[in-house]
């Protein structure tokens, strides 16, 4: 009998086991006939308002947004968040707008309490976003070393936005992104257009400002973001500092940007970074890099990259490497940049300068760089004697028995 009493117990345990896990409640944000009910559990009962719904949602939920303009009266920020959820459009970024006004951020993102962060924002367009401090379009922080997780932002539009006051550290028209120089916490940027962003700020970053983040941004492009300063200041695409080792941007596109150093893209600080299978064209910076300013204690990798109809008034049209590590630079080709002025070293191409450990040039080609000034063109080291291998260089001195040639290259 002692056994028999068992037998409901085990078969209790044993149907628990057998439940299906739990599944969590999707949200939902609509503006058409939908009636809220404050829970927003279907389409017909959706809030009509997206930060209702975040605020209702529990981590780990997914808030589902239906097409339309969504605004934010009598706030700074038109939508807060603080949880590990997924936001994502339904039909993607050309019809789902989050719209500062021009007088609003559109998106601040706050996870510095969290640990084993699982956040989305996917398929929105982020425009009009306007603030006097960090990230017009997009604020992400993420700045506690407790943080871990991973923080997405995919297939997103993000234009028209604003950073306003002139100050150190401010900036990041389209996005400011600040961590704290962990690996646990992984930024991801995917298939983003940031397009026409603006700042004042010091330091720059008119499209993205990666402030000491592990980011992987892959696949994006960066167009006609410009610096309202361009004295000094830098990064009108991308302006990366004290990047954590690790950090990877590829098969990305730099085009139109406007800055003074590194119009493409700038990296400072202690960064250490990749720049893989990259186009940067058509940039324009007034002092160092047209396509790409490097100033960094650590060294950074541009591998696969081609860099070309760049333009800069002082050196190194196509990139800059300005003391700090130096570049290693592969498999790329830096053709047909421009430098305009008259003075400075005359580098159009290629400018390594006042290098702290050696720099390197491999399986590369320097060609058809322009410079108004005269001299090398192509390459030019002021304090810095890389090492060149494999590489096509048509104007300067190549080291020999290298597999170097001076010759035109034949493009295709």
């Given at each position: 009998?002692?056994?028999?009493?068992?037998?409901?117990?085990?078969?209790?345990?044993?149907?628990?086991?057998?439940?299906?896990?739990?599944?969590?409640?999707?949200?939902?944000?609509?503006?058409?006939?939908?009636?809220?009910?404050?829970?927003?559990?279907?389409?017909?009962?959706?809030?009509?308002?997206?930060?209702?719904?975040?605020?209702?949602?529990?981590?780990?939920?997914?808030?589902?947004?239906?097409?339309?303009?969504?605004?934010?009266?009598?706030?700074?920020?038109?939508?807060?968040?603080?949880?590990?959820?997924?936001?994502?459009?339904?039909?993607?970024?050309?019809?789902?707008?989050?719209?500062?006004?021009?007088?609003?951020?559109?998106?601040?993102?706050?996870?510095?309490?969290?640990?084993?962060?699982?956040?989305?924002?996917?398929?929105?367009?982020?425009?009009?976003?306007?603030?006097?401090?960090?990230?017009?379009?997009?604020?992400?922080?993420?700045?506690?070393?407790?943080?871990?997780?991973?923080?997405?932002?995919e297939n997103c539009?993000?234009?028209?936005?604003?950073?306003?006051?002139?100050?150190?550290?401010?900036?990041?028209?389209?996005?400011?992104?600040?961590?704290?120089?962990?690996?646990d916490f992984l930024?991801?940027?995917?298939?983003?257009?940031?397009?026409?962003?603006?700042?004042?700020?010091r330091n720059g970053?008119?499209?993205?400002?990666?402030?000491?983040?592990?980011?992987?941004?892959?696949?994006?492009?960066?167009?006609?973001?410009?610096?309202?300063?361009?004295?000094?200041?830098?990064?009108?695409?991308?302006?990366?500092?004290?990047?954590?080792?690790?950090?990877?941007?590829?098969?990305?596109?730099?085009?139109?940007?406007?800055?003074?150093?590194?119009?493409?893209?700038?990296?400072?600080?202690?960064?250490?970074?990749?720049?893989?299978?990259?186009?940067?064209?058509?940039?324009?910076?007034?002092?160092?890099?047209?396509?790409?300013?490097?100033?960094?204690?650590?060294?950074?990798?541009?591998?696969?990259?081609?860099?070309?109809?760049?333009?800069?008034?002082?050196?190194?049209?196509?990139?800059?490497?300005?003391?700090?590590?130096?570049?290693?630079?592969?498999?790329?080709?830096?053709?047909?940049?421009?430098?305009?002025?008259?003075?400075?070293?005359?580098?159009?191409?290629?400018?390594?300068?006042?290098?702290?450990?050696?720099?390197?040039?491999?399986?590369?080609?320097?060609?058809?760089?322009?410079?108004?000034?005269?001299?090398?063109?192509?390459?030019?080291?002021?304090?810095?004697?890389?090492?060149?291998?494999?590489?096509?260089?048509?104007?300067?001195?190549?080291?020999?028995?290298?597999?170097?040639?001076?010759?035109?290259?034949?493009?295709?």
């Amino acid at each position: 009998m002692k056994h028999i009493r068992t037998l409901p117990v085990i078969l209790a345990v044993s149907a628990c086991l057998l439940l299906p896990a739990a599944v969590m409640a999707q949200r939902y944000v609509a503006q058409g006939t939908n009636v809220p009910d404050g829970q927003y559990l279907t389409w017909a009962t959706a809030a009509t308002n997206i930060h209702d719904a975040v605020d209702v949602a529990v981590p780990g939920e997914t808030v589902w947004v239906g097409p339309g303009t969504y605004r934010r009266d009598g706030v700074t920020t038109v939508l807060s968040v603080s949880k590990s959820i997924h936001l994502r459009s339904v039909d993607g970024p050309e019809t789902t707008i989050i719209d500062g006004q021009g007088v609003r951020r559109g998106v601040y993102i706050d996870v510095r309490s969290l640990v084993d962060v699982d956040l989305l924002i996917e398929g929105f367009t982020i425009a009009n976003g306007y603030t006097s401090d960090y990230g017009g379009g997009i604020y992400f922080l993420h700045s506690a070393s407790t943080v871990t997780g991973t923080g997405v932002v995919e297939n997103c539009i993000i234009t028209n936005c604003e950073v306003t006051v002139s100050d150190r550290d401010r900036g990041g028209g389209g996005a400011y992104i600040r961590g704290s120089s962990t690996t646990d916490f992984l930024f991801v940027m995917r298939d983003c257009t940031v397009v026409g962003n603006r700042t004042a700020g010091r330091n720059g970053g008119a499209g993205v400002y990666l402030r000491e983040n592990l980011s992987l941004v892959e696949d994006c492009r960066f167009l006609n973001n410009e610096l309202l300063i361009t004295s000094t200041y830098s990064g009108g695409g991308i302006y990366a500092v004290n990047a954590v080792a690790g950090t990877i941007i590829r098969n990305s596109l730099f085009a139109g940007n406007v800055s003074g150093n590194g119009a493409g893209l700038a990296v400072l600080g202690s960064s250490s970074l990749t720049i893989d299978s990259c186009v940067i064209r058509d940039n324009i910076g007034t002092r160092y890099g047209g396509g790409l300013y490097i100033s960094s204690s650590m060294p950074v990798v541009v591998r696969n990259c081609l860099v070309y109809n760049n333009q800069a008034s002082n050196r190194g049209s196509g990139i800059a490497s300005y003391g700090g590590a130096g570049v290693i630079l592969e498999n790329s080709t830096v053709t047909s940049n421009r430098n305009t002025s008259v003075g400075g070293y005359g580098s159009a191409g290629v400018l390594i300068e006042n290098s702290t450990t050696t720099a390197y040039i491999r399986n590369s080609i320097l060609d058809n760089n322009y410079t108004a000034a005269g001299g090398h063109a192509n390459l030019t080291t002021p304090g810095s004697t890389p090492i060149i291998t494999n590489s096509c260089i048509t104007t300067g001195a190549l080291p020999p028995d290298s597999g170097n040639i001076s010759d035109p290259p034949e493009f295709i």
